[in-house]
């Protein structure tokens, strides 16, 4: 047993004001935000609107916080009908930037963001770095992806807003990043929790122990992860690890994130509503249960999000937290409502691999079986596929063709590698009923 | 004037070959030359049967990507430099060679050779016409 020596008021939170709010300060607040929005969004998103007055819904209807239970959830597939700007709430002029992650098919998630929400968005990520530890003086090293990925500009953005200072790597080059996290004395990093195990095991064979590491606190998310992957990256990284939850469609990383009691990820509930629901009926559950976790964008002017289904099956937890956080912690995620897979961080779903898959070459039957693993603590994929029955191959040359050009149709598809091997027809087994396309090693 | 092999998809996994073996036993066709071609994940099995029609139905109804194709077969003596021959006539005739097999012990003084080449027809005239002795469909085996 140790004892954790409490840091100053001051750096122990980044907005302590927001982060505290008494049960009866967040129902107004969150009632407040509500009302507006529900206004927001029915004057200026058509597919709200039609879905509200189809179960004779008004915006008058919502008085509080309480009433959310009355609006219809948001799911992927209506972000999908209203691809690519459809669900956005402001004019275009005002949407700064987008953002987009994997949709079911082969079209892109997209979320847009105004000014504002950049700015809630650090400041919800700033406030994650501070609960774990970070402040004015640390250097944080980003190792999450830049780009269309929210994790690399997300916790960016949030370090500046801090005003600690951020070395944006981005992902990849592990030597250039061992050296870097090295020679700059970092103080916390920031990755999914898989590439920080991969990370910590390069270190040790370049011939470094966590002593040579100025690391004291880490971020990881993006990828569900467990006690024993904590456990694993703590001792290899001489550090402690932080869950940070988030997701696109929502804000990015940051949504929740742990404090330094490590007991689960607290929501920023004054601008995330979360609720747990029921898988099958969509009815909530009590807090404590375990269900579909559902969040609602109180405060997102962009593209504001109504009681949108995440998938990710988990439970919250209200009781009091030491740090005196008062938002919700969510407990480990586990599992999805839907067939979506992380892989490496980045979200895949099964049925874009079909559709890839699908005309691109008249070889392959339409038979395929996804097999995940992880490797030296690496996502891979592996992708069977069965050839139809009157494909011929005469020489290898001609199966390595196929295989590589499979390789590069689902790579650029899904936007992570995936191994192919192509089977011999009928020999991927048949299910009665849903297709069993996915065996998970991982879990 | 050809030689027709079958060529069956195989992926690298045991047992795969024994039961590839099966299901041609167990039709009673017999087999008569074979060759496999492999990296680490797939292979190529070619084979010249008794009945390449019927082995070729009958491995597809088992689950197996076969199909037949047809070769350029040739009688050389079985001693040194023969076969430096007849590839030296296809090298300077620019016929490329996609795989080759052969086998030597049929009879005492021959040996066969299996070429797949992309013209048959032209690399069939070449080879005949420098006296190389072209086999038939059936072979002497």
Partial sequence: MFCINRRKDRELFFDKKNECLTKKEKHKLQSELLVDLVKRVYDSVPAYR???????????????????????????QDLRDNYPFGMFSTDKKDIIRVHASSGTTGKLTVVGYTKYDIEVWAECCARSLVAAGADANSLLHVAYGYGLFTGGLGLHYGGERLGLTVVPVSAGNTPRQIQLIIDFKADGICCTPSYAIYLADEIIKAGYTAKDLNLKWGLFGAEPWSEEMRNEIEDKLGLKAYDIYGLSEIAGPGVASECEFQ????????????????????????????GELVFTTLTKQGMPLIRYRTRDITALDDSPCPCKRTGYRIKRIKGRSDDMLIIRGVNVFPSQIESALIGSDDKISSHYHITVDRVKNLDVMEIAIELKQDAKFDEVKDIEALVSKLETVIGSAIGVSAQVKLVSYASIKRSEGKAQRVTDKRK | MLVNQIAVFLENRSGRIAEFSKVLADANINIRAMSIADTEEYGILRAITDDNVRAVETLKINGFNASATDLIGFNVADKPGEMFKVLSILEKAKINIGYLYSFAGANKENAIILIKVDDNEKTAAILESNGINLMGRDLPI
């Fill in chain 1, 50 to 76: 039609a879905k509200m007055d189809a179960i004779n819904i008004k915006p008058s209807d919502i008085k509080s916080i309480d009433d959310i239970v009355k609006l219809p959830f948001t799911t992927k």
């Fill in chain 1, 263 to 290: 007991k689960g990820a607290h929501i920023w509930d004054d601008h995330f509503y979360p609720e747990i629901v029921d898988v099958d009926t969509l009815e909530p559950l009590p807090i404590g249960e375990r």
